[in-house]
């Protein structure tokens, strides 16, 4: 076959999955955020003994490589930086990872993943913007729903302690985030305010972060909700965008993981959210982490099996509780810079279209990501999917769909 056949062919094939009927696609795209969503499927691992788990895996797996063999397939030679830049991420987890004897098995399942749903909503966002919406919105609202019932059946945890349907309470955000968020996009993107749908999703969100007890996840929708009512003023969007966001996620980093201004705010701390002020044993964990970065491992990290050497008092963690830090520990400066350089563009993004309300709405959320990074890590396909849907939606004014419909993002 020809060169211009194969490009013939390549075209057809593409025209013909991107044309695909409405209802189609979005399942296709719910079932791929299924499998891709969850960092590990607790709730197979007991169910039934374990019985589902295997076939769980092969699925994930025929999703991760069918994405990518597309996405690679359907190129016409031009290059896409955030996608680069995330695939040169996932290698610099990898390098550590061989260098040090951890788990390839672990790369592969979960930073394998990562590239996936960037490259999916690279090929989609642009050309069918409604159905990527619909389709991650049904696979998170779905999870979301049999989260609640878990923690409503179970309030002390399904399998252990503070483990429900969707692993730990701390996680429950990964996907009441996306859940509201592309609710959100679908009314403010397609001409709609505030849907009865989104008022669903958000009764949903609001019940999971309640139920799960998590004071971060708490925090980071309390400044949500005002950040979302706030931008309803255009002129407020000006403050409430995507590089103050970031700017704001640096300092928090630098104050309560670096400076450790906690140790100041003992009494508030305790009255307020009552925690003490190691924030339910971060800091400890930040104290073993920062130690343990000397030599090369400042510049390589530990890789994915770097948890390993994070134990205190003979108890096992399994990150470093820090965006920012998890990072550093997992791939060193070199993953760090790299990740830097994902946020960053996705900030910057996000400030050239901050006065569109759609974008604005973004801008929220990805501050409220940033938030519970102070206390949690990112790296997972939540918050993966969720800045390349940022920058991505950010980064062109108007978004065209395959079958012609244009989509403005709206300025009032």
Not at 152 to 164: I, N, Q, S, T
Not at 168 to 189: E, G, H, K, T, V
Not at 326 to 352: E, H, P, W
Request: hydrophobic share 55%; proline share 2%.
């Amino acid at each position: 076959m020809g060169r211009l056949e194969l490009c013939e062919a390549r075209a057809f094939v593409i025209d013909a999955i991107l044309r695909a009927n409405g209802i189609l696609l979005t399942t296709l795209v719910a079932l791929a955020a299924l499998f891709l969503i969850p960092s590990n499927s607790t709730f197979l691992y007991y169910w039934q003994g374990g019985l589902f788990l295997e076939g769980f895996e092969v699925v994930r797996w025929i999703i991760i490589l069918f994405i990518g063999s597309f996405y690679f397939f359907s190129r016409d030679g031009s290059r896409d930086a955030f996608v680069l830049i995330t695939l040169a991420l996932v290698l610099a987890a990898l390098l550590p990872t061989l260098l040090y004897e951890g788990s390839k098995e672990l790369w592969a399942h979960n930073w394998l993943a990562y590239v996936a749903v960037v490259m999916l909503v690279s090929m989609l966002v642009h050309r069918r913007p409604k159905e990527l919406l619909a389709g991650v919105l049904l696979a998170a609202c779905g999870l979301s729903v049999c989260n609640v019932v878990s923690m409503v059946l179970f309030p002390g945890g399904v399998y252990a302690a503070e483990f429900y349907f969707y692993d730990n309470r701390n996680a429950a955000y990964q996907i009441s985030f996306l859940s509201l968020a592309c609710s959100l996009l679908l009314d403010y993107a397609f001409r709609k305010r505030f849907s009865l749908r989104s008022l669903m999703v958000f009764v949903v969100v609001i019940a999971q972060t309640l139920l799960s007890g998590s004071a971060t996840t708490s925090l980071a929708m309390l400044f949500l909700v005002a950040s979302l009512l706030v931008i309803q003023k255009k002129r407020m969007r000006g403050f409430f965008n995507g590089l103050t966001m970031l700017v704001g996620s640096g300092i928090l980093f630098l104050l309560v993981v670096v400076v450790r201004i906690e140790n100041h705010m003992g009494p508030f701390i305790a009255g307020v959210f009552g925690k003490s002020i190691t924030f339910s044993g971060r800091t400890p964990i930040w104290d073993l982490a920062f130690t343990l970065l000397d030599g090369q491992h400042v510049v390589f990290g530990y890789g994915v099996s770097g948890n390993e050497y994070l134990i205190i008092n003979q108890a096992h963690y399994y990150h470093t509780h820090n965006i920012y830090l998890d990072v550093l520990f997992t791939s060193g400066l070199i993953g760090l810079i790299l990740m830097l350089c994902l946020l960053g563009l996705t900030a910057i993004r996000l400030y050239k279209c901050r006065h569109n309300i759609s974008v604005a709405v973004l801008s929220s959320f990805f501050g409220a990501y940033l938030m519970v990074g102070t206390m949690e890590p990112m790296t997972n396909v939540s918050c993966f999917l969720f800045i390349s849907l940022a920058y991505y939606w950010s980064k062109r004014s108007r978004l065209t769909h395959a079958n012609g419909i244009s989509v403005r993002y709206r300025n009032a």
